[in-house]
Nanobody, 117 residues
Framework: QVQLVESGGGLVQLGGSLRLSCAAS????????MGWYRQAPGKQRELVAA???????NYANSVKGRFTISRDNAKNTVYLQMNSLKAEDTAVYYC???????????WGQGTQVTVSS
C-alpha cells in the first residue's frame, strides 16, 4: 500500500521552530524526488522545498535560510526543519513524492502548521 504520512505540525509562536516528517511506504523511496508543499487558505498550493534522489535540494525564496529539507533513505522519511517561523508560514503542509520516469506523483494527507503572534 502506497502511503505518505506527515507528522510534526502544530501551533508554534512567531520565531519558533518545527520539524515536519513524512514517512513513505510502498515505494522505492530512494529513487523518488521528495518535496514539501503548502497551501494557505484562499491560496494555491506552492512548493516550499524539494530534494531530488541525488540529494540536490531547492527552496522557495520565501523560506531560503530558514527551512531545511533532508531525507533518510534508510528510514524512508523526508524532513522539513522550519526555523524563524513567520505568520505567513501558516498553512497546511503536504508531502510529495515524484518519480517522473514512472509518471508517479504522490501526496500525503497534509499537516497543519499555525504560527501565532
Amino acid at each position: 500500500q502506497v502511503q505518505l504520512v506527515e507528522s510534526g505540525g502544530g501551533l508554534v509562536q512567531l520565531g519558533g521552530s518545527l520539524r515536519l516528517s513524512c514517512a513513505a511506504s510502498g515505494i522505492a523511496f530512494s529513487g523518488y524526488a521528495m518535496g514539501w508543499y503548502r497551501q494557505a487558505p484562499g491560496k494555491q498550493r506552492e512548493l516550499v522545498a524539494a530534494m531530488a534522489s541525488s540529494g540536490i535540494s531547492n527552496y522557495a525564496n520565501s523560506v531560503k535560510g530558514r527551512f531545511t529539507i533532508s531525507r533518510d533513505n534508510a528510514k524512508n522519511t523526508v524532513y522539513l526543519q522550519m526555523n524563524s517561523l513567520k505568520a505567513e508560514d501558516t498553512a497546511v503542509y503536504y508531502c510529495n513524492a515524484k518519480y517522473d520516469g514512472l509518471g508517479r506523483n504522490l501526496w500525503g494527507q497534509g499537516t497543519q502548521v499555525t504560527v501565532s503572534s
